[in-house]
């Protein structure tokens, strides 16, 4: 079993940044894929990034390349997403989750544990 707890949060103007975190306890991640998953209201969850716990290698969707990074602290057992130039369409509930699947990182099925979510709104 993996926990997964997110934190940070909040409701942030457009253009600001965020840093949003995920604490994972339970089993040793190093064969773990980590993702950053976001929903809107009445939408379902979307991909947001990956990251491979062992290596750090990293993807995001289109929507944020170059605005959202990801990173992972491994001594810490932390996940990051740091969120630079918010926009408002980037407004839902941010979820970590993690996988130990070799592929289909962008989909939601993929990932067998999840965090309770944090709120991220963006005002215009």
């Known amino acids: 079993q993996v926990q997964l707890v997110e934190s940070g949060g909040g409701l942030v103007q457009a253009g600001d940044s965020l840093r949003i975190s995920c604490a994972a306890s339970?089993?040793?991640?190093?064969?773990?894929?980590m993702g950053w998953f976001c929903q809107a209201p009445g939408k379902e969850r979307e991909f947001v990034s990956t990251i491979s716990w062992s290596s750090g290698s990293a993807t995001y969707a289109d929507s944020v390349e170059g605005r959202f990074t990801i990173s992972r602290d491994r001594a810490k057992n932390m996940m990051y997403l740091q969120m630079n130039n918010l926009k408002p369409e980037d407004t839902g509930v941010y979820y970590c989750a993690a996988t130990m699947s070799g592929s289909n990182w962008h989909f939601a099925a993929t990932y067998n544990y999840w965090g309770q979510g944090t709120q991220v709104t963006v005002s215009s």
């Open positions: 339970g089993r040793t991640l190093g064969a773990y894929r």
